[in-house]
């Protein structure tokens, strides 16, 4: 069955410095979505893209972050400057079309120091 | 704003008994309803979902869920639970509308003892 692939698995970086999370949704997949659980909490929406731009964003989602589809078959997410408190399980999913569920992949653990 | 409540945090049931892990959410329209599953050190695994149709809806590993509209809820159960059941659950709300990003729950731990 065709996966969402992330990597790393786990990265850690000092603290202001840039990181960039790569997903590899599934490929005949049109939306796009990235999460993050912070150690205890619950799964929390980050963005949505669809046809090359954003749809949607939460809050969290501010002008350190951006995302970024640079070919056909990745799909990033960078954090410009890094802080402590983006320490978190980061979660790709891709999802078909609208009849369809979000697939998610195994998740990147960052841990900033 | 839609929302999520899973009331248990944490949920033990002795291998071979029964499970109903509670949802229930606050959403304007028709919500569509999945459960997720993770395991330690895992990703999100799609249990089941719901979008329309039939209130009761099957899903993988022998879970099912029932989406009562009048009481906001969407509720798993297992007849028999097994020790590999042991995991997070998630419970989200979505919509069919564009993007349909996900709303979760706080997650309900459930351990098996034997």
């Known amino acids: 069955e065709p996966e969402v692939t992330q990597t790393p698995s786990h990265q850690v970086t000092q603290m202001g410095q840039e990181v960039i999370l790569r997903c590899v949704p599934i490929s005949n997949h049109l939306y796009f979505y990235w999460y993050r659980q912070i150690l205890g909490q619950k799964v929390e929406f980050l963005v949505s893209f669809y046809n090359n731009e954003i749809s949607e964003k939460s809050e969290i989602f501010d002008d350190q972050f951006s995302v970024e589809r640079p070919d056909g078959s990745n799909f990033t997410l960078k954090i410009r400057s890094t802080k402590l408190e983006d320490s978190a399980m980061y979660f790709c999913?891709?999802?078909?079309?609208?009849?369809?569920?979000?697939?998610f992949g195994d998740g990147t653990r960052l841990s900033i120091l | 704003a839609q929302s999520v409540t899973q009331p248990d945090i944490h949920i033990t049931v002795s291998e071979g008994a029964s499970l109903e892990l509670r949802c229930n959410y606050s959403?304007?329209?028709?919500?569509?309803l999945f459960w997720y599953v993770q395991s330690p050190g895992q990703g999100l695994q799609l249990l089941l979902k719901?979008?329309?149709?039939?209130?009761l809806v099957q899903g993988i590993k022998g879970f099912e869920a029932e989406f009562k509209r009048s009481q906001s809820s969407f509720n798993l159960r297992k007849p028999s639970v097994h020790w590999s059941d042991a995991a997070e659950y998630f419970c989200a709300v979505g919509s069919n509308f564009g993007n349909e990003k996900l709303t979760f729950g706080t997650g309900t731990r459930l351990t098996i003892i034997p």
């Open positions: 719901y979008f329309s149709g039939d209130t």
């Open positions: 959403y304007g329209a028709t919500p569509y």
């Open positions: 999913a891709s999802r078909a079309n609208n009849e369809q569920p979000q697939h």
